[in-house]
Each structure stands twice: as structure tokens, then as C-alpha cells.
């Protein structure tokens, strides 16, 4: 079954640092979403992204965010400088259509900025 | 603004059926309503969609009443496996693709 993929798994970062979290979404899939989900609350949506631009942000996805698919696999989320309130579980999503459709949701990356 | 609620948790036994309810008070006639289930440091997990009346599948049933203000989800006899947190997503009004969790039902299947 095919499935999204993220790395690293695990990122620590000094506060301040730039930090690139990578992800492989689903071959045939045409629309590609980050959540976060800081330790012990709900998951929050970020950014969607479709036809190379973002379709929709979030309150959250401020200027120090950023996302780019550099080619056709990958799908990135870019932090410019880290605070420490950054730390959390990054997911990456991906699905067919917006809509009705399913999102499938990658294992996340833990980012700790320390 | 419009906001899904749950309960924050439920404890079942195993081998009992499990409803747990969610209310969109806001939601859009275009919405669909979306479950997702999340083990610890997982992924969510899609479970099941619907849009009206009854949707079931092979690991659960979705139950919308007419005016769509609610969803129900029911797992049926559940087992130690089904320990997780579950999320009830709906798409609000003011944005096609924006979604937004709810707040999410811990339950705790106990032996």
C-alpha cells in the first residue's frame, strides 16, 4: 500500500537555526498539507499546497515558514529561524483531491529546538 | 467561529460497542465529515466519511442525523488495539481546502 514518507524522524535544532523538514507524498496524489501537533494537544493545520502554490494558511504559517516542491517527489516545509515554541511533531499529508477525499498522514517528524 | 466538539475521553471494555459523538454546529452544506484515529507518536488515520445519514465500513459506522449539526462514530466490539485518540474533522466555512481537528476522544479500551 503506498504511503507518505517524512525526514528525518527526529530533528534537534538550536534555536535560531533554519530547519528543513522533507517529505514524500503519494505518487498519483495531487494536494500536500503540513499539520503540527504540539505534545499533548490537538493537531493543527499549517498549509495546503497545490499545482505548485499554497491554496490555504493557517494563523500559524507565518512569515518564518515557507514551502516549496522542488521537484516532483518531494515536499518540504522550511522554518527560517526556530523558536523554541516550534517544538512539536511536524506531519506531512497528502491526497487525491480536496473535498470529499481522504488525507493520508505521514509518521511525522519531532522537531525539538532546544 | 465555528468549532467541532468531543468528549475528551471514554473508557469501554472489550468486545463493547463504542459511540463517540461530535458536534459541527457550523458546518457547510458542501462539508464532509471526516474520522481519523491516532495511535502515540503516529500519524492520524483516516477511519471513515460521510456527508448524510449512515456510512459503514469494515472497521466502523458513521451516523449523520438530518441537520448535520452532530456525527456519531461507533466502533463495534472493540479490542485493546482500539486504544487510541480519535478525531472528528470537518472542512468550516470560509475556506474550501482548510480543515480543522477536533479536539480529539481518548479512548482507553480496558481488558
Known amino acids: 500500500e503506498p504511503e507518505v514518507t517524512q525526514t528525518p524522524s527526529h530533528q534537534v535544532t538550536q534555536m535560531g537555526q533554519e530547519v528543513i523538514l522533507r517529505c514524500v507524498p503519494i505518487?498519483?496524489?495531487?494536494?500536500f498539507y503540513w499539520y503540527r501537533q504540539i505534545l499533548g494537544q490537538k493537531v493543527e493545520f499549517l498549509v495546503s499546497?497545490?499545482?505548485?502554490?499554497?491554496?490555504?494558511k493557517s494563523e500559524i504559517f507565518d512569515d518564518q515558514f515557507s514551502v516549496e516542491r522542488p521537484d516532483g517527489s518531494n515536499f518540504t516545509l522550511k522554518i527560517r529561524s526556530t523558536k523554541l515554541e516550534d517544538s512539536a511533531m511536524y506531519f506531512c499529508?497528502?491526497?487525491?483531491?480536496?473535498?470529499?477525499?481522504?488525507?493520508?498522514f505521514g509518521p511525522g517528524t519531532r522537531l525539538t529546538v532546544t | 467561529l465555528a468549532k467541532t466538539t468531543q468528549p475528551i475521553s471514554m473508557d469501554s471494555y472489550e468486545g463493547q460497542e463504542v459511540n463517540i459523538t461530535c458536534s459541527h454546529n457550523n458546518i457547510a452544506t458542501n462539508d464532509y465529515i471526516t474520522w481519523y484515529q491516532q495511535f502515540p507518536s503516529q500519524g492520524p488515520r483516516f477511519i471513515i466519511q460521510?456527508?448524510?445519514t449512515k456510512v459503514t465500513n469494515e472497521v466502523a459506522s458513521l451516523f449523520i442525523p438530518a441537520d448535520r449539526k452532530s456525527s456519531t462514530l461507533s466502533l463495534p466490539r472493540v479490542s485493546l488495539s482500539d486504544t487510541a485518540v480519535y478525531y472528528c474533522?470537518?472542512?468550516?466555512?470560509?475556506?474550501?481546502?482548510?480543515?480543522?481537528f477536533g479536539t480529539g476522544t481518548k479512548l482507553q479500551v480496558i481488558p
Open positions: 505518487s498519483n496524489h495531487l494536494y
Open positions: 460521510g456527508y448524510k
Open positions: 499546497f497545490y499545482n505548485n502554490e499554497i491554496s490555504e
Open positions: 474533522l470537518v472542512r468550516i466555512p470560509g475556506g474550501y481546502q482548510k480543515v480543522t
Open positions: 499529508a497528502s491526497s487525491r483531491q480536496t473535498g470529499a477525499d481522504e488525507q493520508y
